[in-house]
């Protein structure tokens, strides 16, 4: 029941595209197809951009997109925006039926 | 609209309880699997409980000291934590949904402190 693994930051530019990768095991992420991506601000509660690894809730941008390959999830920001500086977080179904959380990851845009 | 409303929060020493509740509205609270997620200050998300199709499930994090369980005539969730430790200290999100959660409530903080 370990932490998905995370990088600690990631940085861009304004219109740039960024990718933060999100790696588990074979009893999590590469065995469901039931990863999601919380982006949370400061003081505030986590919402919801990717859920099932790849679909985007209704009206979520389009410049937010998830994908997977084999035990790593990633999710893809293009054209960064300032109000995408913020916390990401990933998660996924598990073997023992529990969900687990990823280590986070600041996102910071120049 | 989707409401999540929680409450239940507050500073409880080392060993004691607390029992949190999410008053829930909006939608067909009885249709939807829940969970609860907390955050302890300055760290990461972490997935303490989720109520599904009548089972509950729980990290071993707090399995044997907290318990899951909803009132869906009042659309209401719970968390029951018991022998609670320092590392308890979190705020507690009430979430709809189990493998993703679409809509999360404010939070309440629970402090274990002497």
């Known amino acids: 029941q370990s932490a998905l693994t995370q990088p600690a930051s990631v940085t861009g530019s304004p219109g740039q595209s960024i990718t933060i990768s999100c790696t588990g095991t074979?009893?999590?992420?590469?065995?469901?197809?039931?990863v999601a991506w919380y982006q949370q601000h400061p003081g505030k509660a986590p919402k919801l951009m990717i859920y099932d690894v790849s679909d985007r809730p209704s009206g979520v941008s389009n410049r937010f997109s998830g994908s997977k390959s084999g035990n790593t999830a990633s999710l893809t920001i293009s054209g960064l925006q300032a109000e995408d500086e913020a916390d990401y977080y990933c998660s996924s179904y598990t073997s023992s039926r529990i969900v687990v959380f990823g280590t986070g990851t600041k996102v910071a845009v120049l | 609209e989707v409401q999540l409303l929680e409450s239940g929060g507050g500073l409880v020493q080392p060993g004691g309880s607390l029992r949190l509740s999410c008053a829930a509205s909006?939608?067909?609270?009885?249709?939807?699997?829940m969970s609860w997620v907390r955050q302890a200050p300055g760290k990461g998300l972490e997935w303490v409980s989720g109520i599904s199709a009548g089972r509950t499930f729980y990290p071993d994090s707090v399995k044997g000291r907290f318990t899951i369980s909803r009132d869906n005539s009042n659309n209401t969730l719970y968390l029951q934590m018991n022998s609670l430790r320092a590392e308890d200290t979190a705020v507690y999100y009430c979430a709809m949904g189990y493998s993703s959660s679409s809509s999360w409530g404010q939070g309440t903080l629970a402090t274990v402190s002497s």
């Open positions: 074979s009893s999590d992420v590469g065995g469901y197809n039931y």
């Open positions: 909006g939608f067909t609270f009885s249709s939807y699997a």
